[in-house]
């Protein structure tokens, strides 16, 4: 049973690889529960930002997650929901001198482990999740 929903509502098309590296991702994070990601516009995740942060500009990825103490309240436990910008990955990409394919697989993990609790409002706290994106991405030979 797939445990996550992928919504295209920007016309990316481009992410049928996402469904190999979430699958490995979920057996790697141990991850019980279901999840959906959005793909969208800038403008919308402008919005988004403003209206749930308080931040008045883009981002690259929002999570918005269901369970933050843990608790299941459905038969089946619902994470969440993940927004990626679309747009936003594109011009990182770019930035950062990496594939489309290694940004948006990225951006996927980053959100998927705020779904799961991960933060990195530290240093040690960024190192674990960041250090588990690395581990994640490199296992799917994702690179840049």
């Known amino acids: 049973m797939k445990m996550y929903t ?5 016309g990316y098309k481009d992410y049928s690889y996402l469904n190999d590296l979430l699958d490995l991702a979920i057996k790697k994070l141990d991850v019980n529960g279901a999840f959906s990601i959005t793909f969208i516009d800038d403008e919308k995740m402008h919005e988004m930002n403003l209206k749930y942060r308080g931040i008045d500009r883009t981002t690259d990825v929002l999570s918005f997650a269901l369970n933050d103490d843990e608790t299941i309240v459905e038969e089946v436990n619902l994470l969440g929901d993940i927004f990626i910008s679309i747009p936003k990955m594109i011009s990182q990409a770019k930035e ?12 996927t993990i980053h959100g998927l482990l705020h779904l799961l609790g991960y933060d ?3 240093k040690e706290s960024e190192e674990e999740m960041f ?4 581990e994640v991405l490199k296992d799917a030979n994702i690179e840049k």
């Not at 992928?6 to 920007?10: G, L, N």
């Not at 950062?96 to 951006?107: A, D, P, Q, T």
């Not at 250090?131 to 690395?134: E, I, Y």
């Open 6 to 10: 992928i919504v295209d509502s920007y």
């Open 96 to 107: 950062y001198g990496h594939s489309e394919k290694r940004e948006l697989s990225f951006l």
């Open 120 to 122: 990195h409002q530290d």
């Open 131 to 134: 250090g588990l994106q690395k």
